[in-house]
């Protein structure tokens, strides 16, 4: 009689099942990582835009969207409010001055000249006459070249604005000015200044003007 032959399977211990459903956890684990990782998260949130009291002759909309974000945080979406215009109250920085009358600031200072290039200043205060400069480091100036280009405080002066009956003054060094309007508003100039390491803002240093905003923000 032939001896049987027997046949077996080993089971898994409860051990190795535990080690393997461990194995099968981590797999899923990964895999939904994965998928978390490939799945397009949601689209970031537009900036708030600012709002206009009116429409601006200088700036489009898509220009006003660009430099609001170069502007601080507490206003870069609050209210513009068009204190003076060149088309409206005529070329008087006297004028200017009395507009700004009531008002502490910041201004967007926004320019275009004759050769149709824009450009301009944000202060942290209202333009005003005064001995000295004044203003603080949240200054700048900006031009559209086409494209934007802002030139921020640099830290190596304080010679932010100054205003007279006969100019306004924007950043200064060496005895240049980043930016000057003369006392009919018609006239300006523009060069590298120490303040803010700024390109002339202008395609030529001297320019005359065609039209001058002055906003409010807040």
Known sequence: M????????????QMEDAFSGEEEDEEEDVEEAEAAEAAPGPPPADPVEPQLTEA?????????????????????????SLVFCTSRDGFSLRSLYRQMEGH????????????GQIFGAFSSSA??????FYGTGETF????SPQLKVFKWTGSNSFFVKGDLDSLMIGSGSGQFGLWLDGDLYRGGSHPCA????????????????????????
């Open 2 to 13: 032939k001896g049987l032959r027997w046949q077996y399977t080993r089971l898994p211990t």
């Open 56 to 80: 601006s002759q200088v700036l489009g909309t898509l220009e006003i969207r660009q430099l609001s974000l170069h502007l601080p945080p507490r206003v870069a979406s609050g209210l513009w």
């Open 104 to 115: 502490s600031g910041p201004v967007l200072l926004l320019l275009r000249d004759q050769d």
């Open 127 to 132: 333009l005003r006459l005064s001995k000295g």
């Open 141 to 144: 100036l900006f031009s559209f």
């Open 195 to 218: 303040t803010f390491n700024n390109e002339v803002l202008a395609r030529q240093e001297q320019f005359c003007i065609k039209e001058l905003e002055a906003w409010v923000l807040s």
